[in-house]
């Protein structure tokens, strides 16, 4: 007798949950525990510069997140978890692991793929505190828009996936709260833009980056499922 395909899930934390980009058997809200949602990662080209670099979102270590996960249809496992290594080993920053999460209404927890901040890469910003994630983030901005830009539609998109995020919340505050309440929806708000140009004069301690090909490779795995 045939043999069932076995089920592959993978856990999004941040823009896939509203921007998956793939097709999916189902999607279940789910809680991973041992790491958290945060801005430890440094942007240098998409929301900043190597100038003035900003920050997106990474799973780190420590805490709980709350995300969606998605059951991928069997028969097109392959090309879905091709075009998440495209998406997510770009740079090598961030690994794929296998991580149990758990799911809304089940019983028993599920492994699922999901894309780690790497620790020991160049572009980890590591726990920042918040004022200096604040600025950071309301001064840079890349070729996808304003970094503080990011944080706001991050925010409104969880909101209405029903997470909150406080600290997440606190650093809007310090980052830009009057941009938050900015009514115009779709694209970088003006007053993001504006507040961003303001404090792109204000220059923040700049770390230095540096590509590191030790992580390249990640961008190249060939399919493992």
Not at 9 to 35: D, I
Not at 92 to 117: F, H, K
């Amino acid at each position: 007798m045939a043999q069932a395909p076995r089920e592959v899930w993978v856990f999004a934390y941040g823009s896939l949950m509203w921007q998956p980009g793939f097709a999916f058997a189902e999607a279940r809200h789910a809680k991973l525990t041992g790491y958290h949602r945060a801005f430890c990662v440094y942007s240098v080209h998409y929301r900043g510069t190597p100038s003035r670099p900003g920050l997106v979102l990474g799973l780190d270590r420590g805490g709980v997140c709350e995300g969606m996960a998605f059951r991928l249809e069997p028969e097109g496992t392959a090309g879905t978890l091709a075009y998440l290594r495209r998406r997510e080993l770009i740079y090598g920053v961030y690994r794929e692991a296998l991580v149990p999460v758990e799911l809304a209404g089940a019983e028993a927890p599920v492994l699922a793929v999901a894309y780690i901040a790497e620790r020991a890469h160049p572009s980890h910003a590591g726990s920042l505190a918040l004022a200096r994630q604040a600025a950071l983030i309301r001064g840079a901005s890349g070729s996808a828009g304003t970094n503080l830009d990011y944080l706001i539609n991050t925010l409104a998109h969880l909101g209405e996936l029903g997470i909150r995020e406080r600290a997440l919340e606190r650093l809007l505050a310090l980052a830009g709260a009057l941009a938050a309440r900015d009514p115009q929806t779709g694209g970088a708000r003006a007053s993001a833009r504006s507040l961003a140009r303001a404090w792109s004069r204000r220059l923040p301690p700049v770390p230095r980056l540096s590509r590191d090909k030790r992580f390249s490779y990640r961008g190249k795995l060939g399919a493992r499922w």
